[in-house]
Antibody, heavy 121, light 111 residues
Framework: EVQLVESGGGLVQPGGSLRLSCVAS????????INWVRQAPGKGLEWLSYNYVDGSPPKYANSVKGRITASRDNPRNSLFLQMSSLTADDSATYYC??????????????WGQGILVTVSS | QSALTQPPSASGSPGQSVTISCAGT?????????VSWYQQHPGKVPKLLIF???KRPSGVPDRFSGSKSGNTASLTVSGLQAEDEADYYCSAHGGSNNFYVFGTGTKVSVL
């Protein structure tokens, strides 16, 4: 089955760090750009990071730049999001989302089920 | 990095049409033909409806259509059905300064 599965979420204290994983199955991650998107409870979608196929430096949203680092491990068909200096505002469901081939950009045709991150003491 | 502006809500009766606007700037919506629309039902993952302003992925009914004029994109849902009741988000590419940005979201109700 073609899917993305996130893991690594949970409860983290303010100021803490977390590393999310996104594992692809049924297709090769090395052929696709992958994005990270989050959604706070009851709120809208927020784009966080764009990860190039060719290993070029990822793009980040200004709201999280400097606090997140995205990376990929193509042989493991995996993508990672390292987050630090977390605050309550970072509490959200985090999604990895695949960019559709033959699309100029900004078109996510496959989403993971999402992983919940809660920042609280 | 401001979100694109969408109306908070829209509604229509079954069979009617509803149009949702997505207002951006000359740096994002107006600059590129990279505008997408997503549908999200409660508790579900977003689903791609429209990409590159007016293209539909395979499997998306032609009741969903997209367009753009200047700095504003629009999604029209024709022949409203009960299952169209959901949240809808636009997104756009904004160049190097604002790589991708989502809209604020619109809740569509089918009366």
């Amino acid at each position: 089955e073609v899917q993305l599965v996130e893991s690594g979420g949970g409860l983290v204290q303010p100021g803490g760090s977390l590393r999310l994983s996104c594992v692809a199955s049924g297709f090769s991650l090395s052929s696709y750009e992958i994005n990270w998107v989050r959604q706070a409870p009851g709120k809208g979608l927020e784009w966080l990071s764009y990860n190039y196929v060719d290993g070029s430096p990822p793009k980040y949203a200004n709201s999280v730049k400097g606090r997140i680092t995205a990376s990929r491990d193509n042989p493991r068909n995996s993508l990672f999001l390292q987050m630090s200096s977390l605050t309550a505002d970072d509490s959200a469901t985090y999604y990895c989302a695949r960019e559709m081939l033959a699309c100029g950009g900004d078109c996510y045709d496959l989403w993971g089920q999402g992983i919940l991150v809660t920042v609280s003491s | 990095q401001s979100a694109l502006t969408q109306p908070p809500s829209a509604s229509g009766s079954p069979g009617q049409s509803v149009t949702i606007s997505c207002a951006g700037t000359s740096s994002d919506v107006g600059a590129y033909n990279f505008v997408s629309w997503y549908q999200q039902h409660p508790g579900k993952v977003p689903k791609l409806l429209i990409f590159e302003v007016n293209k539909r992925p395979s499997g998306v009914p032609d009741r969903f259509s997209g367009s753009k004029s200047g700095n504003t994109a629009s999604l029209t849902v024709s022949g409203l059905q009960a299952e169209d009741e959901a949240d809808y988000y636009c997104s756009a590419h904004g160049g190097s300064n604002n790589f991708y940005v989502f809209g604020t979201g619109t809740k569509v109700s089918v009366l």
